[in-house]
C-alpha cells in the first residue's frame, strides 16, 4: 500500500499506530495489501493457514467452530471498522485455538501479514497489547454466544434472530435458508425446521421457499421475554 | 503483605514485576492480601463483585458460567501457580461477560484489589498487556471446554473424563456425585446419571452410593477415541 492512503487508515484502526517509529510504520505499510473476498469465500480455515491481521473495510465475515463432521456454530460476525486478530492466532502465543472465517458478504480487506505483526509484536509492547486486547474483545462476543446457546431455549433464540432481522431489514420477510439460520443461532437445520413448523402451525409465520414471513409481530416478540 | 515476602512471590507469578517501579511495587504489595477459601466457598459470583486479580498458592478453584435457572457449565480449573483475571473483569473494559468462581478444594489465595490493579494497568503498558494475555489464555481454555461440550457426544466426554480422574488418583473410583460429574463435564444431573446406567449395563462401571467404579478399563478406554 502507498504509505500515505495507509497512515490515513490505520490511524483509525489501530490505537498503536502512534507508538511505533517511522521506520516500522513504513514496515507495516509495506506489509500489508488490500484483498476483495467474494461472499462465501473462505477466508482462512482453522490452523491450516495463518492468514493475518484482517481489518474490514466493507462487507462482512463470519467466524465460527467447526467440527470433525462439520457443525458449524457462529462465534461472532464482523463489519466495516472491525479488525480480525483471531485470524492471525499464530501470531499471539497465548491464543491456542483454531477458528474459521468466511466471507458472509463481498468484503474489501486490508490483510497485515502474520509474521510482520508478529515481529512488530515482539519489537512493540503497544502492539503486542493491542493484539491481546483485541482477543479479548472476541473473547466477551464469543462468551455472549456461548451462554446463548447453552443456556436459551431454540425457540427464543429463533424469535429474538427473526425479530432482530426484520427489525434491521424493514421488511417482514427473512430471505435465508434454514441451514444459514441455524449456524446464526448455532443449531442445527432439523431443529430450525422443526421450530419454524411449529412457529408456522401457531399462526406466527409462514414458510416459502425463499425464506421466512413473519405474520403476527405481536406473538413473535411475545416469544422475546 | 510484607515486601521481601511479596517481590519472592511476585517475581514468580507477574511478568510485568520487573517493569514497575519501586514505587508501583510497593504499591501493589501493600494492595495485596492473603485470604483463605474453605472449600465450596464462593470467591465471586458474575458481575455483583469485583474482588480482584487472584494468585493461586495452594489448592483448586473453579470457574464456571450460570444460567438464570441455575444452570452450571465448568469454564475451566485453576491450580497452584495460576493467576485468574476474570474475577477482575471490572477493571480491563474489553470483558464485558460475567463468570463465577468457587472453591473446589481449600485454597490458598493472594488477592490484588481490582482498584489498584486497574490503576497500575493505566500506567504501565506492561501490566495491562499481561492482564490481555492472560485473558486470552483463559480465552483459549474455554474454547476447548466449548468444543467439548459442542461437539462431543456424553459419552464420550463421560468416559474421558473417568479416565482422567482414575488416571490422576491410581484409584479405580471415582468419589463424586453425578451432579458434580455434570458439572465439570458440561452437562446436566439427569443425562449423566442416564448414561451412567448404560456403561453399568453395559459393566464398565458399578454405581454406588459415594460415586462410581470401574469395572472394566479395557471398555472404556475404547470409548476414549
Known amino acids: ?103 458472509e458478504e463481498d468484503a474489501e480487506v486490508l490483510v497485515i501479514n502474520a509474521s510482520a505483526f508478529h515481529q512488530l509484536a515482539d519489537e512493540n509492547i503497544y502492539v503486542k497489547c493491542f493484539g491481546y486486547q483485541l482477543a479479548t474483545t472476541r473473547f466477551s462476543d464469543v462468551m455472549w454466544a456461548m451462554q446463548q446457546i447453552l443456556f436459551m431455549g431454540v425457540d427464543k433464540r429463533l424469535a429474538i434472530f427473526l425479530w432482530d432481522e426484520i427489525s434491521k431489514s424493514g421488511s417482514s420477510e427473512v430471505k435465508m435458508t434454514h441451514e444459514q439460520i441455524a449456524r446464526y443461532i448455532g443449531s442445527a437445520r432439523e431443529v430450525v425446521t422443526r421450530m419454524l413448523k411449529y412457529f408456522a402451525s401457531d399462526g406466527i409465520v409462514e414458510l416459502s421457499r425463499g425464506g421466512v414471513r413473519i405474520l403476527d409481530r405481536k406473538k413473535l416478540q411475545n416469544l422475546l421475554s
Open 1 to 103: 500500500m502507498s504509505s500515505d492512503n495507509c497512515a490515513a487508515l490505520f490511524t483509525q484502526y489501530l490505537s498503536f499506530w502512534e507508538q511505533l517509529t517511522p521506520d516500522q510504520q513504513d514496515f507495516l505499510c509495506r506489509s500489508t495489501r488490500e484483498v476483495h473476498y467474494a461472499k462465501g469465500a473462505s477466508v482462512h480455515r482453522g490452523d491450516r493457514q495463518c492468514v493475518g491481521v484482517l481489518l474490514i473495510k466493507s462487507g462482512q465475515l463470519r467466524t465460527y467452530m467447526l467440527s470433525e463432521e462439520g457443525r458449524d456454530v457462529t462465534l461472532y460476525r464482523l463489519f466495516a471498522g472491525d479488525v480480525c486478530i483471531l485470524s492471525a492466532s499464530c501470531v499471539l502465543d497465548a491464543i491456542t485455538f483454531a477458528v474459521c472465517t468466511d466471507a
